[in-house]
C-alpha cells in the first residue's frame, strides 16, 4: 500500500505537468497528499520541516545560476549577438546543412551559458528560414533544436554551466569539469548519432516528396529573415567564450584563495559566532555566477547602444522566467524530499538498488525519476537528495571516482526527462507552431539517444579507465 501511495503521488505530478498546470502549486499538493494517507499528523511537520525547507535551500544555492542565466541570455539576444552567430554558422556550413547549422548554433548558445528556452526563442525564426529555403519539414525543426540544446552541451560537455552540470558538484564534491575524456565522448555520440537519424529523417521525407509545407497553413511562422547590419561574429562570441574561459578559471582559483572553508564574523551588534562557509561545496556555483557576471559585463561594455534601449523591459521578461524556473524546480525537489522520508520510497529504492552496478544502478535511477517528473533537474534533484550517500558510498566501494559519478548522474538526467510532460517540450511545440502528434516521435528519437549515450560513456569507462 505504501508503495501505491508514493506510485500515485508521482503519477499524479505527471498528470498535472502534462495537463500544462504549474508544479510550483501542485508539486506540494502531491507530496502532502502523500503523507495524509500515510500519516495524517506528519502534513505540517513535513510541510514547514521538510518540503519548504528543502525547497529553499535549493532557492538560496541555485536561484542566482537561474537569475544570471536568464539576464546573460535575453542580453545576448536583444544584443543582436545570437542573430550574429546564427548568421555565421549558416555561412560557415552553407544552408544545404541547414540541421547542422541549427544544431551547432543551438549548442553554441547553450554552451555560452545561455538558457535552454531562450536558445528556443532565439534561434527558431532562423531555423524555420532555413529550412524553409532549404525545402526541410517544418516538423523536424523541434528534434533538430533539441538536439543542440537540449542534450550533449545541457549536461555531457564538461564545463557547461547549465544547472544540470551544476546539481550534482554539491552532492560529489566535484567542479563543472568533472570527466572531461567521458563527457566529450559522450557528446560527440549524441551530436553524430543524433545528426544520422535527423539527416535519415530528411533524406526520407524528400524521397516521399514532402518540402516544408505550406507557411500559410502552418502557425507561429515568422516573417521571412532578410538580414540586418549585425556586429561581427567574433564581437558576438566573446561573451560566451568569456563565461566559458571565466568558468574554468575561477574553478581553479576559487579553492585555492579561500581553502576548504572560509568564516567571517558578522559587523552587527551583539553577534560574536562567526559564520562558517563550506567553500568546497559552493566553490563551483561559484565559479558558475562569476562567470555569467563577466558575460553579463561584457555584453554591456560591447553593445551599449542596443542593449539600453531594451534593457529595462528585456531583464523584466528575464527575471520572471528566472523566477518561474526556479521555483518549479525548487517545488520539485522539495516534492523529492517528502516521497523519499516515506516508507513507499524504501520499495522503490530497493528495487533499484537490488541493480549491482553502481553506475548502471545510479544511471537507471536518476533518469527514470527525471522521466516521472518530466523535468532533468528536478529528477535529479530527487534521486540526489534521496540516493546521493549510497550512490558514493557504492562508488567508493567499487573504485570509481565521483566525477565519474558526477557526469553518469548529469548525463542521466538529459536522458528520459524529455517525455511529453516535459516544460521544455511543451515550450519547444509551442514556439515552433507544431503539435506533439506532429513532431514529438523525432523528439523522443533524440530522447532515446540521449539515454543511450549515458550508458556508452559507462562502457568506456569500463573498459578504458577514463575520466
Given at each position: 500500500m505504501s508503495f501505491l501511495i508514493?506510485?500515485?503521488?508521482?503519477?499524479?505530478?505527471?498528470?498535472?505537468?502534462?495537463?500544462?498546470?504549474?508544479?510550483?502549486?501542485?508539486a506540494p499538493i502531491a507530496a502532502l497528499g502523500a503523507v495524509l494517507l500515510t500519516d495524517p499528523s506528519l502534513?505540517?511537520?513535513?510541510?514547514?520541516?521538510?518540503?519548504?525547507?528543502?525547497?529553499?535551500?535549493?532557492?538560496?544555492?541555485?536561484?542566482?545560476v537561474f537569475l544570471l542565466g536568464a539576464v546573460f541570455g535575453k542580453l545576448i539576444e536583444i544584443s543582436g549577438?545570437?542573430?550574429?552567430?546564427?548568421?555565421?554558422?549558416?555561412?560557415?556550413?552553407?544552408?544545404q546543412r541547414a540541421m547542422l547549422s541549427i544544431a551547432v548554433v543551438s549548442g553554441l548558445l547553450t554552451y555560452g551559458g545561455v538558457s535552454l528556452f531562450v536558445v528556443v526563442f532565439a534561434v527558431y525564426p532562423f531555423a524555420a528560414e532555413l529550412f524553409r529555403q532549404s525545402d526541410i519539414p517544418k516538423r523536424?525543426?523541434?528534434?533538430?533544436?533539441?538536439?543542440?540544446?537540449?542534450?550533449?552541451?545541457?549536461?555531457?560537455?564538461?564545463?557547461?554551466?547549465?544547472?544540470?552540470?551544476?546539481?550534482?558538484t554539491a552532492f560529489f564534491g566535484t567542479d563543472t569539469w568533472a570527466a572531461p575524456v567521458l563527457g566529450t565522448l559522450g557528446g560527440v555520440f549524441i551530436l553524430v548519432v543524433g545528426m544520422s537519424y535527423l539527416e535519415w529523417r530528411r533524406r526520407k521525407a524528400l524521397a516521399a516528396g514532402e518540402g516544408y509545407g505550406d507557411p500559410a497553413a502552418l502557425i507561429n511562422e515568422?516573417?521571412?529573415?532578410?538580414?540586418?547590419?549585425?556586429?561581427?561574429?567574433?564581437?558576438a562570441i566573446l561573451p560566451l567564450l568569456l563565461v566559458t574561459v571565466c568558468n574554468k578559471l575561477f574553478t581553479v582559483l576559487i579553492p585555492r584563495y579561500y581553502g576548504d572553508s572560509h568564516e567571517f564574523v558578522p559587523a552587527v551588534?551583539?553577534?560574536?559566532?562567526?559564520?562558517?562557509?563550506?567553500?568546497?561545496?559552493?566553490?563551483?556555483?561559484?565559479?558558475?555566477?562569476?562567470?555569467?557576471?563577466?558575460?553579463?559585463?561584457?555584453?554591456?561594455?560591447?553593445?551599449?547602444?542596443?542593449?539600453?534601449?531594451?534593457?529595462?523591459?528585456?531583464?523584466?521578461?528575464?527575471?520572471?522566467?528566472?523566477?518561474?524556473?526556479?521555483?518549479?524546480?525548487?517545488?520539485?525537489?522539495?516534492f523529492g524530499a517528502v516521497i523519499a522520508a516515506l516508507p513507499g520510497f524504501l520499495v522503490v529504492a530497493n528495487a533499484l538498488s537490488s541493480i549491482p552496478d553502481p553506475l548502471v544502478n545510479q544511471a537507471i535511477t536518476v533518469t527514470s525519476l527525471a522521466g516521472i517528473t518530466g523535468s532533468a533537474s528536478g529528477g535529479m534533484s530527487i534521486a540526489l537528495a534521496a540516493m546521493s550517500e549510497t550512490f558514493i558510498a557504492n562508488g567508493q566501494a567499487a573504485g570509481i571516482p565521483m566525477e565519474v559519478l558526477h557526469r553518469v548522474a548529469a548525463m542521466a538526467s538529459g536522458g528520459m526527462d524529455s517525455l511529453p510532460h516535459n516544460g521544455a517540450v511543451i515550450t519547444l511545440l509551442a514556439v515552433t507552431g507544431l503539435t506533439h502528434r506532429q513532431s514529438y516521435k523525432d523528439i523522443f528519437a533524440i530522447t532515446v539517444i540521449k539515454t543511450l549515450a549515458v550508458f556508452v560513456i559507462i562502457g568506456i569507462f569500463y573498459a578504458t579507465g577514463w575520466v
Open positions: 508514493v506510485l500515485a503521488a508521482l503519477s499524479f505530478l505527471m498528470f498535472v505537468a502534462y495537463r500544462g498546470y504549474s508544479v510550483i502549486l501542485f502534513v505540517a511537520p513535513m510541510f514547514t520541516g521538510l518540503f519548504m525547507e528543502k525547497m529553499v535551500g535549493f532557492l538560496k544555492l541555485y536561484f542566482p549577438f545570437s542573430k550574429s552567430i546564427v548568421a555565421a554558422v549558416i555561412r560557415l556550413f552553407g544552408a523536424l525543426i523541434p528534434a533538430t533544436l533539441a538536439l543542440g540544446g537540449f542534450t550533449f552541451t545541457m549536461d555531457a560537455l564538461p564545463g557547461t554551466p547549465q544547472i544540470q552540470n551544476i546539481i550534482p515568422p516573417a521571412p529573415f532578410a538580414g540586418s547590419k549585425l556586429a561581427s561574429a567574433w564581437i551588534m551583539g553577534s560574536a559566532a562567526p559564520v562558517v562557509q563550506e567553500v568546497s561545496k559552493v566553490a563551483a556555483i561559484w565559479a558558475v555566477q562569476g562567470a555569467l557576471l563577466v558575460g553579463i559585463v561584457s555584453v554591456l561594455v560591447l553593445a551599449w547602444k542596443p542593449v539600453s534601449r531594451s534593457f529595462a523591459e528585456g531583464t523584466k521578461s528575464a527575471i520572471g522566467g528566472s523566477l518561474l524556473a526556479a521555483m518549479n524546480t525548487a517545488s520539485e525537489y522539495g
